[in-house]
Structures are given as structure tokens and as C-alpha cells.
């Protein structure tokens, strides 16, 4: 599945940078998330947009910022990172109905290494 | 609160035996389920839902779940696993709203032997 692209796909940074991680998708879906994979853990829900308004932000540090310019694209701005934000970061996508029922599509996700 | 709970962080199969990926649910609601599965290097791809209907649910690859209402489960089958099917999978539940939000399991890395 090609339709959800995350650039880049590896990012290396220091704790005193700031860095964007970009999402596009092609699928006419209309909500987009941004997950944390890190190992060892349960995939992690940072931010829900849905018709390009933030519905969900499970507590994320202020040092990650969402913006959700248009319903194809999705970004994530980083700055002053700490060494355990490092973790693969994953866009996902979903034609969003009443009940739940959509598949999420993701994207192939951008690994985060934070020095 | 809607939980998803995998049983095994790592399961071993010999190639052609049984596949059995375990998932047990929590929800107050009539639940949305899903597995998915991730290969390396790559995002997560639909294997199968479950919605309403039919409660045995096939989907790509061969593989297959079963809804138990009574069991709260949604275990994961394949009758004889391939060494292509080696990957990371996911049992998730849709919850919420309009079902924004999708709580996943930890996640049972399959490991296929030859």
C-alpha cells in the first residue's frame, strides 16, 4: 500500500534541533494520526486530526507539535527532544464514519534517533 | 475502558504447522476488531476486521480470526504458516466517537522456522 508517504524515513538529531517529519496521503481519507513505536511498548496515539481539527491529544509532550494544513497532509514538528523520543514514528490515515468500523492506512514511518 | 491484551510477545512455528496468535478484548460496547500485521522496516497493513455479521472473519494471506463474544477473544489462525508470514501482529479494538481512536495490543512477533 503506497497511499500514505512519510518523509523522511530515518532522522537523526541532536537534542537541540528542530526538525519536521511530513505525512501525505493519496487516499481521499479525511482523518490522520500520528503514532509512536518504540520498542518494547504498545503503539502509542499521540494526535487524531479529523477534518484537518485536532479531536485527540493523548497528553504529548509540548516538544512535539502536530499541524494538519489540508486533509492530504500531516505534520510533526520536533524540538528540544529528549534521548527517548527516539522511536519510529508512524503517519496512519482513515476515511472517518460514525462507528469505527475503517481500516487505518499507514505509512511506512520515519525512524527517529535522538542523540 | 476498551483494552486489547496479546498473549505471547514471541511465537516460533515450523513452516507448515499451525499459526495461533492470541487476543483477548475489553469493551463496554460492541466492539470493532482488527489484526494487522507489520513487516520490518515497514508501517502496519489490514490483515482482517471484524465489524458485525459473520463472526468468523478470513482475510489476506490465508489467515483468519474468530469473534467469541462469550470468550471476549479474537485469536488469529493460519493452517500452516510460510515463511513469508514471519512479521510483528497487531490485535487492536476501535473505540469512541464516530471510532476515532483504536487501542492496539502489544503486539506477538511470529517467528517461522524452516
Known amino acids: ?115 | 475502558a476498551q483494552s486489547v491484551t496479546q498473549l505471547g510477545s514471541h511465537v516460533s512455528v515450523s513452516e507448515g504447522a499451525l499459526v495461533l496468535l492470541r487476543c483477548n478484548y475489553s469493551s463496554s460496547v460492541p466492539p470493532y476488531l482488527f489484526w494487522y500485521v507489520q513487516y520490518p522496516n515497514q508501517g502496519l497493513q489490514l490483515l482482517l476486521k471484524y465489524t458485525t455479521g459473520a463472526t468468523l472473519v478470513k482475510g489476506i494471506n490465508g489467515f483468519e480470526a474468530e469473534f467469541k463474544k462469550s470468550e471476549t477473544s479474537f485469536h488469529l489462525t493460519k493452517p500452516s504458516a510460510h515463511m513469508s508470514d514471519a512479521a510483528e501482529y497487531f490485535c487492536a479494538v476501535s473505540v469512541g466517537t464516530g471510532g476515532f481512536k483504536t487501542i492496539f495490543g502489544a503486539g506477538t512477533r511470529l517467528f517461522v522456522k524452516a
Open chain 1, 1 to 115: 500500500e503506497t497511499g500514505v508517504t512519510q518523509t523522511p524515513r530515518h532522522l537523526v538529531m541532536g537534542m537541540t534541533n528542530k526538525k519536521s517529519l511530513k505525512c501525505e496521503q493519496h487516499l481521499g481519507h479525511n482523518a490522520m494520526y500520528w503514532y509512536k513505536q518504540s520498542a518494547k511498548k504498545p503503539l502509542e496515539l499521540m494526535f487524531v486530526y479529523s477534518l484537518e481539527e485536532r479531536v485527540e491529544n493523548n497528553s504529548v509532550p509540548s516538544r512535539f507539535s502536530p499541524e494538519c494544513p489540508n486533509s492530504s497532509h500531516l505534520f510533526l514538528h520536533l524540538h528540544t527532544l529528549q534521548p527517548e523520543d527516539s522511536a519510529l514514528y508512524l503517519c496512519a490515515s482513515r476515511k472517518a464514519r460514525a462507528g469505527g468500523a475503517d481500516t487505518q492506512y499507514f505509512g511506512p514511518g520515519t525512524r527517529l534517533t535522538v542523540l
